[in-house]
């Protein structure tokens, strides 16, 4: 089996390449390049004899935000899978960034056995976001429905289930609260 090549793009040198170690460390995965800003790392990925299937990209970096680099990857390589690395916990940005096409969003203090489930996941055709990630977000989910009392995109119960998600209630949880079934839980969802 081919390992999943990896570039990094993080203006932070030292855990650059503390992250580009121990992802090459795994027999999976192998880093096959790194750059200190998106412009520079943008060349260095075309420059390539084939573009990385992962990018694992920092939103705030000197010149091009990872923000725009990730719209600019996804234009030009749309089948690039894309993995936030950041400190920026803000539902905000993992949102932009979501909707930007990134595949993964993962805190800066996150474990190293996170972010190689993150690099996995999306290596496999998933998504991954951190758990500390995901409260914030749904709420913020539920707060603009209801802001936007926009009911015809979502329905009573699928609201319903959002908000006791947000709650940090468990699907089974929720199920036996609204007195339906865990797989009519995950079908809402």
Request: charged content about 20%.
């Amino acid at each position: 089996m081919t390992p999943t090549s990896v570039f990094l793009i993080d203006d932070h040198h030292v855990l650059r390449q503390a992250i580009a170690r121990m992802l090459d460390q795994e027999a999976d995965i192998t880093v096959v390049g790194q750059a200190g800003d998106a412009r520079s790392g943008i060349r260095a990925m075309e420059a390539l004899p084939a573009f990385p299937e992962i990018v694992i990209v920092d939103l705030k970096m000197p010149g091009q935000s990872g923000m725009s680099a990730i719209v600019e990857i996804m234009q030009s390589h749309p089948a690039t899978r894309i993995i936030v690395f950041t400190m920026y916990d803000n539902p905000g940005y993992v949102w932009s960034t979501m909707n930007a096409g990134a595949r993964g969003y993962i805190l800066k203090s996150a474990s190293g056995s996170d972010l190689l489930r993150a690099v996995r996941s999306v290596a496999n055709g998933g998504a991954y976001l951190q758990a500390e990630i995901t409260m914030p977000l749904l709420k913020r989910l539920v707060q603009d429905a209801r802001a936007a009392d926009d009911r015809g995109t979502l329905s009573v119960r699928e609201m319903h289930i959002l908000e006791a998600l947000a709650e940090g209630l468990s699907n089974k949880m929720i199920a036996k609260s609204l007195s339906i079934t865990e797989e009519t839980v995950k079908s809402h969802l």
